[in-house]
């Protein structure tokens, strides 16, 4: 069974930066793109970015764009989200997630369990 | 609001079948893979459909999906209790170069 652990979640005042981890275990890492995704409370699935295999090709979505930059590590196979100049709307569950193949743009296919993020003064 | 639009609810009872929809455009469900996706409370989400019809392993055939231009639909036949959950149709948008997702629909088993 495919296993991706998120971690670095927490609270953070607006304006301050956090680093989301992902360790991923039992499968390839370095054949397949990777993605983060995140659920505000109560809210539907919103994604956030993608990379694929070999970090030739990103993806952001409007609503982060120049603040996260995401990036990964294949030998030591984590994903990782640098989050900068956090928001009040940036609040919300955040999921790494495997794409289906090695493209940026492959849909996902296992999900980890998320790690909370919360912005607050 | 979503770049692909769901019913917000939808509702059945045991043994019958369900439909939910899934509207998109010419960027995204019109010229790339719909992708399925079941969420059970305070759970992950779980891979259920992708490539429009292809069900993953473990999956029960009593889910199905199909796509027709710029729409999807997702059916369950055989209502159970246990398919009470939110269920989200993705595809890969070309027009913003990102993932889209619905807003979801939870589905309530009567």
């Known amino acids: 069974e495919i296993h991706l652990v998120e971690s670095g979640g927490g609270l953070v005042q607006p304006g301050r930066s956090l680093r989301l981890s992902c360790a991923a275990s039992r499968f390839t890492f370095d054949d397949y793109a990777m993605h983060w995704v995140r659920q505000a409370p109560g809210k539907g699935l919103e994604w956030v970015s993608g990379i694929s295999w070999n970090s030739g090709s990103i993806g952001y979505a409007d609503s982060v764009k120049g603040r996260f930059t995401i990036s990964r590590d294949n030998a030591k196979n984590f994903l990782y989200l640098q989050m900068n100049s956090l928001r009040a709307e940036d609040t919300a569950l955040y999921y790494c997630?495997?794409?289906?193949?090695?493209?940026?743009?492959?849909?996902?296919?296992?999900w980890g369990q998320g790690t909370l993020v919360t912005v607050s003064s | 609001q979503s770049v692909l639009t769901q019913p917000p609810s939808a509702s059945g009872t045991p043994g019958q079948r369900v439909t939910i929809s899934c509207s998109g455009s010419?960027?995204?469900?019109?010229?790339?893979?719909v992708s399925w996706y079941q969420q059970l409370p305070g759970t992950a989400p779980k891979l259920l459909i992708y490539?429009?019809?292809q069900r993953p392993s473990g999956v029960p055939d009593r889910f199905s999906g199909s796509k027709s231009g710029t729409s999807a639909s997702l059916a369950i036949s055989g209502l159970r209790s246990e398919d009470e959950a939110d269920y989200y149709c993705?595809?890969?948008?070309?027009?913003?170069?990102?993932?889209?997702f619905g807003g979801g629909t939870k589905l309530t088993v009567l």
């Open positions: 997630a495997k794409g289906s193949n090695i493209r940026s743009d492959s849909l996902i296919d296992y």
């Open positions: 993705a595809a890969w948008d070309d027009s913003l170069s990102g993932g889209v």
């Open positions: 010419s960027s995204n469900i019109g010229s790339n893979y």
């Open positions: 490539r429009n019809t």
